[in-house]
């Protein structure tokens, strides 16, 4: 059974940062991508980031320049560093790991606050 295990979110100050992890185990074919995304109350799940497996990114136009992801293939680990965190970027941080073919999964969740 694969699990995504996620930790580092919690409450920081506005201009702080914080870093994500995310821990892929169990049995993984072959992964396509790892990545993030968020959701507030009231909002729909959005993407913040995502790395292919040959190393390419994708961000989210409101953390360009802020937000880094980064990927330990040999671990199947992807970590999300968040710089200058702003209180819009309070939310519930979900892992997301697609695998080849179609096979899609989640984390639990870890929840960011961040304070102005």
């Known amino acids: 059974q694969v699990q995504l295990v996620e930790s580092g979110g919690g409450l920081v100050q506005a201009g702080g940062s914080l870093r994500l992890s995310c821990a892929a185990s169990?049995?993984?074919?072959?992964?396509?991508?790892m990545g993030w995304f968020r959701q507030s109350p009231g909002k729909q799940r959005e993407l913040v980031a995502v790395?292919?497996?040959?190393?390419?990114?994708n961000y989210a136009d409101s953390v360009k320049g802020r937000f880094t992801i980064s990927r330990d293939s040999a671990k199947s680990t992807v970590h999300l560093q968040m710089n200058s965190l702003k209180p819009d970027d309070t939310a519930l941080y979900y892992c997301?790991?697609?695998?080849?073919?179609?096979?899609?999964?989640w984390g639990q969740g870890t929840q960011v606050t961040v304070s102005s």
């Open positions: 169990g049995s993984i074919s072959r992964i396509l991508t």
């Open positions: 790395i292919t497996s040959g190393g390419s990114t």
């Open positions: 997301n790991m697609q695998v080849f073919p179609t096979y899609v999964y």
